[in-house]
């Protein structure tokens, strides 16, 4: 906007940050903003696309891209997650505002209101087949609906506290959740019984991801025969991000101990990488990557600054992390 303001920060590695602003002083005779910087910071390229800024005095320079979309009416308040289907042609989302909402991916149409838990809904994912979510919430319930007609189809009880994240074996016959109660739990969806307390840790259970575990990797065995409501839990692998600052790796059918990581702070989320490689984020910053082989020392420690990490996801060679600044 005319006279409207943007916020600059530039960080080097052990450096203190630079920060400075834009303002723009209306338009050029093309119909492009004219972008003035504050000391230390200078506009390059802008076009109705982007704005392109460098910091001389760190030699940095940085390319801003407009949105290609905004979606500003599907929530009034904070997203807490979201999730796109397989096929890419619907997204749910949760938010501060109550709701959990099924809108097309492609223009932001809002196609179906999920109404069902009590208080807030923490978190919300599509099954591979992208028709069916599955949703935990604070009121200690996990709930499975159609994409189709917002029916719930199945609700999961057994809970002592909220569910702070879920995982979905292979195809989704079987899934999972993790609870303030310290516990996480397996659940046959076909007869939407708990098939199994996977782990009983004390301590809330922030996140949690399942995975082919390194075919070397020792599983243990399981006390009993699984049931045969269990499908496709065998050679996997579950991944605790735990309050009490420890990572856990349970094996799934076994529900055996596999390794316990003491890191820095709560760790919040955790993710697979490959059978071998895994992700942790913690309250204080840290991002640990870790070999399941050998989880006595990290492989290394990302630390970009003090916010909590909230969430990983593996992209291409790497992987993104949001944190909470």
Same mark, same amino acid.
């Given at each position: 906007?005319?006279?409207?303001?943007?916020?600059?920060?530039?960080?080097?590695?052990?450096?203190?940050?630079?920060?400075?602003s834009?303002?723009?002083?209306?338009?050029?005779?093309?119909?492009?903003?004219?972008?003035?910087a504050?000391?230390?910071?200078?506009?390059?390229?802008?076009?109705?696309?982007?704005?392109?800024?460098?910091?001389?005095?760190?030699?940095?320079?940085?390319?801003?891209?407009?949105?290609?979309?905004?979606?500003?009416?599907?929530?009034?308040?904070?997203?807490?997650?979201?999730?796109i289907s397989?096929?890419?042609?619907l997204?749910?989302s949760?938010?501060?505002?109550?709701?959990?909402?099924?809108?097309?991916?492609?223009?932001?149409?809002?196609?179906?209101l999920l109404?069902?838990?009590?208080?807030?809904?923490?978190?919300?994912?599509?099954?591979?087949?992208?028709?069916?979510?599955?949703?935990?919430?604070?009121?200690?319930q996990?709930?499975?609906?159609?994409?189709?007609?917002?029916?719930?189809?199945v609700?999961?009880?057994?809970?002592?506290?909220?569910?702070?994240?879920?995982?979905?074996?292979?195809?989704g016959?079987?899934?999972?959740?993790?609870?303030?109660?310290?516990?996480?739990?397996?659940?046959?969806?076909?007869?939407? &019984?708990?098939l199994?307390?996977?782990?009983?840790?004390g301590?809330?259970?922030?996140?949690? &991801?399942?995975?082919? &575990?390194?075919?070397?990797?020792?599983?243990?065995?399981?006390?009993?025969?699984?049931?045969?409501r269990?499908?496709?839990?065998?050679?996997?692998?579950?991944?605790?991000?735990?309050?009490?600052?420890?990572?856990?790796?349970?094996?799934?059918?076994?529900?055996q101990p596999?390794?316990?990581?003491?890191?820095?702070?709560?760790?919040?989320?955790?993710?697979?990488?490959?059978?071998?490689?895994?992700l942790?984020?913690?309250?204080d910053?840290?991002?640990?990557?870790?070999?399941?082989?050998?989880?006595? &020392?990290?492989?290394?420690?990302?630390?970009?600054?003090?916010?909590?990490?909230?969430?990983l996801?593996?992209?291409?060679?790497?992987?993104?992390a949001?944190?909470?600044?």
């Amino acid at each position: 906007r005319d006279e409207g303001e943007a916020w600059l920060s530039c960080r080097s590695p052990g450096k203190p940050t630079l920060y400075g602003s834009l303002t723009r002083r209306g338009l050029s005779t093309e119909g492009v903003p004219d972008i003035a910087a504050s000391e230390g910071f200078v506009v390059g390229e802008v076009t109705k696309k982007s704005i392109l800024i460098s910091c001389p005095h760190e030699n940095v320079s940085t390319k801003f891209l407009a949105p290609y979309t905004t979606f500003s009416r599907i929530h009034q308040k904070s997203i807490t997650c979201l999730d796109i289907s397989s096929g890419g042609g619907l997204g749910v989302s949760t938010s501060t505002d109550g709701t959990m909402k099924i809108w097309q991916a492609a223009n932001g149409e809002i196609r179906r209101l999920l109404e069902g838990h009590v208080y807030d809904v923490n978190c919300c994912r599509f099954f591979p087949s992208g028709l069916v979510v599955l949703s935990g919430g604070m009121d200690a319930q996990l709930k499975i609906w159609s994409a189709e007609d917002a029916s719930c189809v199945v609700t999961f009880k057994g809970h002592k506290g909220g569910i702070l994240d879920t995982a979905i074996v292979d195809r989704g016959r079987n899934v999972l959740s993790c609870s303030r109660d310290g516990t996480a739990r397996l659940w046959d969806c076909g007869k939407s &019984a708990c098939l199994d307390v996977i782990a009983d840790c004390g301590s809330p259970v922030n996140g949690i &991801a399942v995975g082919a &575990a390194d075919n070397s990797l020792n599983l243990g065995m399981p006390e009993e025969p699984p049931s045969e409501r269990e499908i496709g839990t065998e050679g996997k692998i579950l991944l605790l991000a735990r309050e009490d600052k420890k990572l856990q790796g349970v094996g799934l059918q076994s529900r055996q101990p596999v390794f316990l990581f003491d890191g820095s702070d709560a760790f919040n989320c955790c993710t697979f990488l490959s059978s071998t490689y895994i992700l942790a984020g913690t309250q204080d910053g840290n991002i640990y990557q870790l070999d399941v082989r050998n989880t006595n &020392a990290p492989i290394q420690v990302v630390h970009r600054s003090g916010a909590p990490v909230l969430s990983l996801l593996p992209y291409r060679d790497g992987f993104i992390a949001s944190q909470g600044n």
